[in-house]
């Protein structure tokens, strides 16, 4: 059953700390979407690339989020420092085209 | 920039009870696509519309997406307890992106 793995499940660190959350795609989806949930601001859109190629970051805080595909197996979301503002689940998602996107379950993220 | 609003944001129905949430977006879509998340869970697709004016069907849910191709509905007949969660829809711009705007989300209870 193909699927979109991410890691850790959880997350509990100390503000300042770096933070590394890691997504696993689906074989052969070229698309990989980072989003981010909230109670106040719903899923935002963080990042999303194609081909692994970065196309649009817009959503990210770039002082301190970084977003990046070593390969086509692995994405990539760090956040250094993490505040307390950053708490929140962090979903990756991956598709083909414009096709569904498949979400993992996401990264809860709780910075104290 | 693009923003897709849903209304209600809230809603409870009993058991039996028809829901419609309604979706907006502040600009023309290429098209839309709906997802449900379980309380917990992550967001799941459930269907994607292109055409103007296009209605799908899925058992007891009833998709439509508007002329204008900037408003969609869900309609649910006869809601069941197995039908709580929260709705989005998430719209793509007509630029060429394929990124998707998610929408704020309806959050459904169904009382027995």
């Known amino acids: 059953d193909a699927r979109v793995t991410q890691t850790p499940r959880h997350k509990v660190t100390e503000m300042g700390q770096e933070v590394t959350m890691r997504c696993q795609p689906i074989?052969?989806?070229?698309?990989v979407f980072w989003y981010r949930q909230t109670m106040m601001q719903g899923l935002e859109l963080l990042a999303y690339?194609?081909?692994?190629?970065?196309?649009?970051d817009s959503g990210m805080p770039k002082d301190r989020f970084s977003a990046e595909m070593p390969d086509a197996t692995l994405a990539t979301l760090k956040i250094q420092p993490s505040e307390p503002r950053d708490s929140a689940v962090y979903f990756c998602?991956?598709?083909?085209?414009?096709?569904?996107?498949?979400f993992g379950q996401g990264t809860r993220l709780t910075v104290v | 920039g693009q923003q897709v609003m849903q209304i209600p944001q809230y809603q409870h129905v009993q058991e039996g009870e028809d829901f419609t949430t309604y979706c907006n977006s502040s600009?023309?879509?290429?098209?839309i696509q709906w997802y449900k998340q379980r309380p917990g869970g992550h967001p799941v697709f459930l269907i994607q519309?292109?055409?103007?004016?296009e209605v799908k069907k899925q058992k007891r849910l009833t998709f439509q997406f508007g002329e204008a191709k900037k408003n969609s509905s869900l309609h649910i007949t006869a809601t069941q307890t197995t039908d709580v969660g929260t709705y989005f829809c998430?719209?793509?711009?007509?630029?060429?992106?394929?990124?998707?705007?998610f929408g704020t989300g309806t959050r459904l209870k169904v009382l027995a």
């Open positions: 998602a991956s598709g083909s085209r414009t096709s569904e996107a498949f």
């Open positions: 074989l052969g989806h070229n698309t």
């Open positions: 690339f194609r081909n692994r190629a970065p196309l649009d």
């Open positions: 600009t023309t879509l290429s098209n």
């Open positions: 519309l292109v055409k103007s004016g």
């Open positions: 998430a719209g793509r711009g007509t630029s060429g992106t394929y990124k998707y705007i």
